[in-house]
């Protein structure tokens, strides 16, 4: 059965971005539809796909699977041949808490630091409660690069579904300038520099619609 993956505005859809990521990464073939944010058809559209009403969804024949990190985890069950997760067990383990407590935290950093992948990076001023997220953030991923990284690019290695819950992040820390550590920066390049990043950077660029509430940070 052919995949659908229903999403929101690339310039600002953090939560659509890890889904697409990590499927246009690993060569998963899908049909994307596109759904604007801030219209007055928004909500209607979103819930012909989804009973949430919200965006991601990623359809698989009668099946709907809404949520980026649920989404993730069927498609690390559908396709199991695919490194979606890290094979060790510990890794894997830990790979799951990070993600997990991406999708449950770091509010302030969300609120302050909203993704918009078309923005000039510029610097602006961070707040102590999100400097705390960041701060928080750099840890992790130090930790996984020296406990499980290796010699490799990314967090677990090779590239995973951990590395698509932070990529909205990465854009985040980018596009205002967010002073980091230099291991940081290297890896927040790296994903930076991946083919499917890229990808969906030309598509943010190529959207006609703008948020004002986004635009004008």
């Not at 007055?40 to 990623?58: F, N, Q, W």
């Not at 819950?165 to 205002?176: K, Q």
Request: proline residues 7%; aromatic residues 10%.
């Amino acid at each position: 059965m052919s995949l659908t993956l229903v999403i929101a505005n690339k310039a600002y859809s953090s939560w659509s971005f890890r889904p697409f990521i990590l499927m246009r990464h690993f060569g998963i073939p899908f049909a994307e539809i596109v759904i604007p944010l801030g219209e007055e058809t928004t909500r209607a559209e979103i819930l012909r796909h989804s009973p949430a009403g919200k965006c991601p969804v990623l359809r698989d024949g009668a099946l709907t699977v809404w949520d980026s990190l649920a989404i993730i985890e069927y498609l690390a069950e559908r396709f199991p041949d695919l490194p979606i997760w890290p094979g060790e067990a510990k890794a894997r383990a830990t790979a799951r808490s990070l993600a997990a407590e991406m999708h449950s935290g770091f509010t302030e950093l969300r609120a302050n630091l909203p993704m918009n992948m078309r923005r000039a990076p510029k610097r602006r001023e961070v707040p102590p409660e999100a400097r705390a997220d960041i701060e928080r953030i750099e840890a992790a991923w130090a930790a996984a690069r020296q406990t499980f990284g290796g010699n490799c690019n990314f967090l677990f290695g090779d590239f995973s579904a951990a590395d698509a819950m932070f990529a909205p992040v990465v854009n985040r820390l980018h596009v205002y300038d967010v002073p980091v550590g230099a291991a940081t920066r290297a890896y927040m390049d790296r994903v930076m520099a991946l083919p499917a990043y890229r990808d969906w950077q030309k598509g943010a660029e190529a959207e006609s619609w703008r948020i004002g509430k986004y635009e004008d940070l």
